[in-house]
């Protein structure tokens, strides 16, 4: 069985190519961080080398399932920016470089073109894409177009677009949408063996990302930097130009290396704005993030629904561009102008704010 929470689509038509004896060469699953990309890819890897005789593959007990859970299977890769290349004077592991480079890429061609060692399939794993440079992106179109039998190319990227079109024509897409609050609450008591008061929580401080829940499941420090980067949206607007300028220059350095990072910064500060708005449209009842319920109250008395549903829209609107990879720095700089002022009045009406 499949371990993924959620995302049923996704997994069901990836079991019908594997039992159709067509799944793709390459597949291109997208989606935000913390959504489970990566445990798709594991499910898939399993799935495709999985030694047990019937259809419910993977069965987690085969020596292939075990091994792939444990990675230690000979024929199952994860490349990262860390990897190996073939290059001896290279080390990759500790040069702290933010790309996945040609040597890398090099390698990995080679790999893909041996038999599988131990299993059926030989799966390489490219966590993340977006991490490829344009030349290594490049020299990997030959083996997307026509990797060698015997093995399946899976890419991970942020969204589809963080991949150059030539890259993305070439693999069979699966993007990640949010789970449904119900089934990560579900999955984290029955197959987690969380608490109630528990599941609760993470499944509604998760908003949809079940590797996020998971995670968090596990290290409960994760909730409290959630909270953090909300609480920097706060600050934020509060501080004076010339600091907002500041970190939008600090998080336009991060952008190359740390995409997740600045992604899931913003997406807090999407978070933080929602939870205001419901805070000050009357449906605190709503808000995702009640820890943080005094300080969205007090930010809600602020600003006019209108300024908010604006401010919300800024950032949301930064997000896509930086997917889109526009000019990261300016991209931030102007969410960081666009954000209301601290000192609009708390008697401000809607026709004031506009
Ligand atoms: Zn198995
Ligand atoms: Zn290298």
């Known amino acids: 069985m499949w371990s993924i929470i959620g995302h049923e689509r996704a997994v069901a038509s990836l079991q019908s190519d594997i039992a159709a004896g067509r799944a793709a060469h390459a597949y291109l699953i997208s989606g935000p961080a ?3 990309k990566g445990a798709l890819a594991s499910d898939l890897a399993r799935a495709l080398n999985c030694e047990a005789a019937t259809a419910e593959r993977p069965c987690w007990h085969c020596r292939a399932c075990e091994r792939i859970a444990a990675g230690k299977h000979a024929d199952v890769e994860i490349v990262t920016p860390r990897s190996l290349c073939d ?3 290279h080390d990759h592991s500790r040069d702290s470089s933010p790309s996945l480079r040609i040597c890398q890429i090099r390698r990995v061609e080679r790999d893909v073109a041996r038999t599988p060692f131990e299993g059926r399939t030989r799966v390489v794993i490219i966590d993340p894409a977006d991490a490829l440079t344009v030349e ?7 083996t997307l177009e026509e990797p060698p039998p015997s093995s399946t190319l899976i890419l991970l990227a942020s969204s589809p677009e963080a991949v150059l079109p030539t890259v993305r024509s070439r693999c069979r897409a699966l993007t990640l949408g949010p789970v449904r609050a119900a089934a990560l609450r579900q999955a984290l008591i029955e197959a987690q063996g969380a608490s109630e008061t528990e599941a609760d929580r993470l499944a509604r401080l998760a908003e949809g990302r079940s590797g996020w829940a998971l995670a968090a499941l ?3 420090g994760l909730i409290d930097e959630r909270l953090t980067l909300m609480r920097r949206m706060e ?3 509060a501080a004076p130009r010339d600091e907002r300028l500041a970190y939008a220059e600090e998080m336009g350095e991060r952008w190359p290396a740390r995409r997740d990072d600045v992604l899931a910064e913003l997406a807090a ?3 933080w704005w929602r939870d205001v708005l419901l805070t000050r449209v009357g449906r605190a009842d709503l808000v995702t993030h009640r820890e943080l319920a005094d300080a969205i109250a007090i930010a809600a008395e602020k600003y006019a629904p209108l300024v908010i549903v604006d401010t919300l829209e800024a950032v949301r609107n930064t997000v896509r561009q930086l997917e889109e990879n526009a000019n990261a720095r300016l991209a931030l700089e102007v969410l960081m102008l ?6 609009r009045p708390a008697a401000a009406t809607i026709g004031e704010n506009k």
């Open 338 to 343: 666009s954000l209301p002022p601290a000192t």
């Open 87 to 89: 290059v001896t004077e």
């Open 218 to 220: 596990a290290d409960e």
């Open 136 to 142: 290594a992106a490049n020299a990997f179109l030959k």
């Open 269 to 271: 500060w999407q978070a």
């Open 235 to 237: 600050a934020l607007t």
């Open 34 to 36: 913390g959504i489970g």
